[in-house]
Nanobody
Framework: EVQLQASGGGLVQAGGSLRLSCATS????????IGWFRQAPGKEREGIAC????????WNADAVKGRFTISSDNAKNMVYLQMNSLKPEDTAVYYC????????????????????WGQGTEVTVSS
């Protein structure tokens, strides 16, 4: 059973930090790209970052470069998103998702590149 479970969201003040975690199971972790997406109210879902095989394949969206960092722990089948210098515009539901077998991270990484979605975790940044 393929599962991707995001956690770590919450309410933070502008300028604060959060670390999101994505626990995966049911597939060979190293064979797939894992991406982070977010969707704000009334807006389209957008790709934030992607990683495969640790840092062998990686991508970060321009909107979050310098503030967000994606990483993975292959031994634990975990992917993380460290979010620093948070802004109210970062308020959204954040999702982790799996790409397709034998493919890496696209630039940009979009919803068309996703085969499985996890359930999201809410991030709210107050001003």
């Amino acid at each position: 059973e393929v599962q991707l479970q995001a956690s770590g969201g919450g309410l933070v003040q502008a300028g604060g930090s959060l670390r999101l975690s994505c626990a995966t199971s049911g597939f060979e972790f190293d064979d797939y790209a894992i991406g982070w997406f977010r969707q704000a109210p009334g807006k389209e879902r957008e790709g934030i970052a992607c990683i495969k095989s640790n840092i062998d394949s990686i991508w970060n969206a321009d909107a979050v470069k310098g503030r967000f960092t994606i990483s993975s722990d292959n031994a634990k089948n975990m992917v993380y998103l460290q979010m620093n210098s948070l802004k109210p515009e970062d308020t959204a539901v954040y999702y982790c998702a799996r790409g397709f077998l034998k493919y890496g991270c696209y630039s940009p990484f979009k919803i068309e590149h996703i085969g499985w979605w996890g359930q999201g975790t809410e991030v709210t940044v107050s001003s």
